[in-house]
């Protein structure tokens, strides 16, 4: 996801996506520590989302 798009979307909508990608997050972790993982650069692209998506709501909040 792009930093442009993320700072479209109102802060409820930002909220929403910081929850679902936390759930993501830690759904490929468990995958991840039981050896699942099919895609490991996922765990990456989520992780990078998630920190745009926070640093947004910073930015918004400021």
């Not at 996922?42 to 990078?48: A, F, M, P, S």
């Amino acid at each position: 996801m792009k930093a442009a798009q993320i700072r479209e979307q109102t802060v409820e909508e930002l909220r929403d996506k910081e929850r679902e990608l936390a759930e993501q997050l830690f759904a490929l972790r468990l995958q991840q520590v039981t050896g699942q993982i099919e895609n490991p650069a996922k765990l990456r692209l989520v992780r990078r989302d998630l920190a745009r998506v926070l640093t947004v709501l910073r930015e918004k909040q400021a």
